[in-house]
């Protein structure tokens, strides 16, 4: 018998010497969330794009095994190493010195060396005192601890489970705030994991009202799923039966949306243009809060060819202008904007809904410095009856958890002002003083809207 295990040592040292090079880290990117995910899912690993967030508990990674070259007993051996790729197990065998003392020898070998050698379990022909597995760190234990041992890790079948984005559903709160928190850069990075595990998290779908034509947002009781790059909207419009004004709601492309920022929103101006009137939001059932700030007219006023009689002024968003500011009731006139500045603390998402309930959107900026002139103009020098202090939301806010843009016009904040705002992090929201503070999105602070100097 010692022959044939002097044999085993001599090949597992030597294959084991040759491939004992510094693999590439592969890890979970947590352990503990992928265990609790293989308790809901329990064959995600057979899911190309969430298996790759647990690559080691998925199999994927090359094992960890015991290394060391002499030691009186497997247990006392403490270096671990990574095997250089998938292809090798961890081996112990026993062994004896020069002086023909008994040890240990722990390493990675070859998978074929192992199978070559020592069979599959329970089929061997010969004992020898060497043993192969194929865990992390089994390999501190007597070889015939491990023998019996099995070489191929276990899979679990896949298992069918409802699609998430179709339920627009995180597949677990704890797991998707743990990954964002861990991996800020989740849901643009691994969007297809995104859309399977946390596509709410993700902002990748939400449920928005859903109704053609109704006369009041509160009749609307039927939602529709959006998903991809679409959001919720109202708007009002005609109905195509008899030309009256009724209000439709539902999903549409951002980029579409993108016009209701655009234009004035005014449905019959002076030279008879048809321009959208409404608004868009990406939060579930948001659409209700955005056509509050539309009513429907059961006239609309057209000015007589024969007539010098001045017709009403027409609206923006239904929101009167003033005559001498030509800004929205309430707000005040400045550097080609109107600002309102609210008195109500409220979350981000409600001041957002604040603001474009009264015809704008949360304050952005082009420039630090234009931050700066405004913000000191009406915190120090504005008209004396605003008594402006303390923070205000903007329209900062982080996409997706990724990087930091304007919501009111989807562009990415300059370096000029992300510098104030530190690392980035999933549901931060920037207040604004005199300059941008991160904080959470569900923190109070009042509204700062903003919007355009209409012309006349």
Known sequence: MTPIVFFVSFILLTQSAVVQTAGQTCEDIDTSICTK??????????????????????????VKCYECHEVDEPRLCTNVTQCPDI??????????????????????????????????????DLRVDAACCSDDQCNNRFPEEIQGSSYTTSTKEPTETSSTIKECQNIDEDICTRIAALYPGFCINESCAAAKLCPRMCRQCFRCYSCNEVDNVKDCNVTALCQGTKQCFSMETLS?????PVIRLGC???KTCQRFTASPGIIFGKRQSLQPKGGCCHSDLCNHNLASSLTTQKTIPTPSPTTTTATPRPTVNSCNLNFQSQCPTGYIAHNNFCYLFGTV?????????????????????????????????????????????????????????????????????TSD????????????CGSVHHHLESTSCASRFPPACKTTIRSG
């Open 37 to 62: 995910l293989g308790q809901i899912y329990s064959g995600f690993c057979n899911d190309s794009c969430i298996s790759k967030l647990c690559r080691r508990s998925c199999g994927m990674c090359p």
């Open 87 to 124: 292809d090798h197990y961890c081996f112990a065998t026993r062994s004896f010195a020069d002086n023909f003392k008994k040890i240990y020898k722990l390493g990675c070998a070859p998978k074929s060396i192992c199978k070559e050698n020592f069979g599959s379990p329970g089929k061997r």
């Open 240 to 244: 195509m039966d008899d030309l009256r």
């Open 252 to 254: 549409m492309e951002t």
């Open 345 to 413: 603390s409220m979350s981000w998402n409600d001041a957002k809904n604040y603001c474009t309930s009264h015809c704008g959107s949360l304050i952005d900026f082009v420039s630090d410095n234009e931050m700066g002139h405004t913000m000191r103009y009406f915190l120090r020098y504005g008209p004396g009856h605003l008594h402006i202090d303390g923070s205000y939301w903007s329209a900062a806010t982080t996409h997706l958890g990724s990087v930091w843009v304007w919501d009111s016009t989807g562009k990415h904040l």
């Open 417 to 428: 002002f992300t510098h104030d705002l530190g690392t980035t992090r999933f549901g931060q």
